[in-house]
């Protein structure tokens, strides 16, 4: 267990180097560093000077890839490549392009994140689940038929609609909660009622019909035709060996978002004004902020791995034929 | 005629269906659930719902250089010219005859007041709306509605002429089921069409454009985001993932760790660090993109591209599976040991026999690609902010939430265009999968 968990986190590492290569090229290889000094700067009327100074306070005047100037291992190392990627492997982000501490913005805005992200997670899975039950119980009849179709409706909405009509009727008309905003402690949670709900609704479409042909598959299977020969009522049936058997493919889906809840949701951050890491990246990608991105696109990955570990070893725990080696 | 990058990809793609279809006719083995899917009421409804899209689509696909006034237009252009030329100075809701706002007007008396002036173009005919604007509307609706069932009878009454008797051989519900809507949208269409002679059916936006044309020029941004990623993105899913399948050892390790790199960046991320490249790169080389079209036409293509890159990996994930399974089945295995090469043994046993997972997957990924691009025009990293698409109008009327009375027209559009469309998708998609899933098939 212990050695399988040493060498999956030694194959991360190719992986982090490549991701790190690819946004690498994305950032440096394609608009040079000049140009970025001038995007920052403003296009028009920057001397040389402003630029070269831009350049030197970012650590971006030193060749990409190879410094020939240098002798040794040091040709490597005095490139902006090694200087940006070794910091990112230690997990120092640096200042952005803008002159902020990322590190520290990160480790401030990552909690309100969370703090939407992860009740979105746990009340989805468990509306998602609960309906897809009912769904498998009542199958066959025009209740499931009503309820597929309503399903199919949900999911044919864009997530936009929802978020835009939530705040128009909740939060304007019916005045129930705040429309955005977001408030330290306790008293986050009226902001963070609406943007759960609907991203828990946005959700419900698809959720509900991936889960139910997860459990339909399972409903077909003859340990069920056992439990029921053995007098179990179908909800005994449903919920004591269903859904125990049904945990591996609906675990798959769950752990490996876990990390990423960090992450936060792009979308409902900057509608709802959550001042979380989804609304810092959309921030940046507007003004254009290579350097936060490119930190963005690390950690991403970061917690992508971690999260395929994560599902490996949550197999053994919920299904004992598992084992990793 | 002026052909556009994208617009050359779609006739390519027209083409390539086409001729799909033809083939898949041929073989015994999709003939049956193609016959499936032509037996199955909500598939043929659907069906005919995005076929009308995808008509719309096409027209707004054929560019020409107008002689007038030298600007690139389409057919869709051509058509609508009435409502690109009577646009009004700001909002005004759906069969308004009055501006949003309230502006000096000189009444009749002569004196200056503070109302809200009537509209240059809609529902101008008008003495006195406040009396005369409905039974108007409902006049013209009902004379558009019967043009519009006339035209659709006459379309039916050719169709029959050429074909009648093998289709009355097969007219089933689903047919009948198909004709009828098809019949519905060509009425409700003309009168749409009809009425915006006199009025703007859907309202105007901030600069006092046409909404309806405005939702009719979205369909194309939609469709070509829709089935343009999935051309970019078979090559590499069907490629790699059957590659990686058959030959196993460091093909697969190779190919494996690809997707493992491309998946773990978050796509979003991806996307939005390729789309800010492209407009730093469109910035520093301004001159080689000569029109706005020109320009906004790379971007969508480019956007396809990116969307397709991040996309691949879970089909391929698909075919990897299926042919690791495939592999190992006695056809696969007498190829083998009567000497096929592996290329042929590729190309001729396997592709076959995955075919209908692809099949299923870029039905099924139709409608998300629809839906994701709404979400990434809000974030500024999808199509160009010129282009029509339902993303551009939803983010450029979200604001306007805010205003009392509230403007809801542009952002009702859209979604109910959007609507549509990605409902259509989705029921023709469940539609093909129960067609050509043979676990499902099995059960009928």
């Not at chain 1, 070269?52 to 240098?70: I, T």
């Not at chain 1, 490597?76 to 990322?102: A, E, P, V, W």
């Not at chain 2, 282009?387 to 551009?392: I, V």
């Not at chain 2, 129960?434 to 009928?444: K, L, M, S, V, Y």
Request: with cysteine; net charge positive; glycine share 6%.
């Amino acid at each position: 267990m212990i050695q399988y968990i040493i060498r999956r986190v030694a194959y991360a590492i190719p992986l982090l180097l490549a991701v790190n290569i690819l946004t690498f090229v994305l950032f440096f290889v394609v608009n040079s560093p000049d140009d970025m000094a001038r995007m920052q700067l403003g296009q028009k009327h920057v001397t040389e000077q402003a630029i070269n100074n831009w350049k030197h306070q970012h650590g971006y005047d030193l060749p990409l890839l190879w410094n020939a100037e240098q002798s040794g291992l040091e040709k490597l190392r005095q490139t902006i490549f090694y200087q940006k990627s070794i910091g990112l492997f230690l997990f120092d982000f640096g200042i952005s392009d803008s002159g902020r501490n990322i590190g520290h913005d990160i480790s401030e805005r990552m909690w309100p994140s969370l703090a939407l992200a992860l009740p979105s997670l746990i009340v989805g899975l468990l509306v998602n689940i609960t309906v897809a039950l009912m769904m498998v119980l009542f199958r066959n009849s025009y209740l499931e038929l009503g309820t597929i179709v309503l399903c199919v409706i949900l999911m044919s909405i864009s997530s936009l609609f929802y978020i835009i009509g939530g705040q128009f009727f909740i939060g304007k008309i019916l005045k129930l909660v705040p429309i955005s905003g977001y408030d330290s402690g306790f008293s986050a949670i009226k902001f963070l009622i609406l943007p759960i709900i609907i991203s828990v609704i946005s959700g419900l479409g698809a959720g509900a019909r991936w889960y139910r042909t997860l459990f339909l598959e399972e409903v077909e299977k003859d340990y069920v035709r056992t439990a029921r020969a053995k007098g179990l009522s179908e909800v005994q049936v449903l919920f004591r060996h269903v859904l125990k058997n049904a945990m591996i493919p609906i675990l798959t889906g769950v752990v490996v978002v876990l990390p990423l809840l960090f992450m936060g949701s792009l979308i409902m951050e900057s509608f709802f004004s959550i001042p979380g890491l989804g609304s810092y990246t959309i921030d940046a990608i507007n003004r254009q902020d290579f350097a936060i991105v490119r930190s963005m696109v690390f950690l991403g990955s970061v917690l992508y791995i971690l999260g395929l570990l994560m599902t490996d070893i949550s197999y053994t725990w919920v299904d004992p034929r598992v084992r990793l080696s | 005629m002026i052909v556009l990058w994208t617009d050359g990809l779609i006739f390519i793609l027209v083409l390539a269906i086409a001729v799909s279809i033809t083939l898949m006719l041929r073989k015994p083995h999709f003939k049956r659930p193609l016959a499936k899917i032509t037996q199955s009421k909500t598939g043929m409804v659907s069906l005919v719902v995005l076929l009308c899209f995808a008509g719309i689509g096409l027209l707004d696909s054929v560019h020409y250089k107008d002689s007038k006034t030298q600007d690139i237009i389409s057919l869709l252009d051509h058509f609508a010219r009435p409502l690109t030329e009577r646009s009004e100075k700001t909002y005004s809701a759906p069969f308004s005859a009055y501006l949003y706002s309230k502006e000096m007007i000189i009444g009749e008396d002569g004196l200056e007041k503070w109302d809200y002036p009537r509209l240059k173009y809609g529902g101008a005919h008008l003495n006195n709306p406040e009396q005369e604007k409905w039974p108007d509307i409902l006049s013209k609706a009902a004379t558009g509605f019967g043009k519009g069932v006339v035209l659709a009878l006459l379309l039916y009454l050719i169709f029959w002429m050429i074909c009648g008797r093998k289709l009355a051989e097969s007219f089933r519900p689903a047919t009948k089921a198909a004709l009828l809507t098809l019949f519905l949208v060509i009425s409700l269409f003309y009168m749409l069409a009809y009425l915006s002679h006199w009025y703007h059916v859907l309202g105007t936006d901030k600069v006092g454009e046409d909404v309806f044309y405005q939702t009719l020029k979205s369909i194309r941004t939609g469709l070509v985001i829709g089935t343009l990623t999935t051309l970019m993105m078979l090559p590499l899913a069907i490629g790699f993932g059957i590659m990686a399948g058959f030959f196993r050892g460091w093909v697969d390790d190779v190919i494996q760790f690809v997707y493992t790199t491309l998946n773990s960046i978050p796509g979003v991320l991806l996307i939005a660090a390729s789309i800010l490249m492209v407009q730093v790169y469109m910035a520093n080389h301004a001159e080689q993109f000569t029109s706005v079209l020109v320009r906004a036409d790379m971007r969508l293509l480019f956007l396809c591209l990116i969307l397709g890159v991040t996309s691949w990996t879970g089909l391929c994930r698909m075919l990897r599976a299926e042919t690791l399974k495939l592999r190992e089945m006695e056809f696969v295995q007498a190829a083998e040991s009567l000497g096929v090469t592996r290329p042929t043994i590729l190309i001729r046993h396997i592709l076959p026999n995955v075919m209908h997972i692809v099949l299923i997957s870029v039905v099924l990924d139709f409608s998300s690609l629809v839906l994701a691009e709404a979400v990434l025009s809000y974030i500024n990293i999808g199509v160009d902010p010129t282009t029509y698409s339902w993303g551009n109008m939803i983010n450029g009327a979200r604001l306007e939430m805010a205003r009392d009375p509230v403007v809801w027209w542009s952002l009702s559009a859209a979604f109910l265009f959007m609507f549509t469309l990605v409902l259509a998708a989705n029921l023709f998609a469940d539609t093909v999968r129960n067609a050509f899933d043979p676990r499902r098939a099995e059960h009928g």
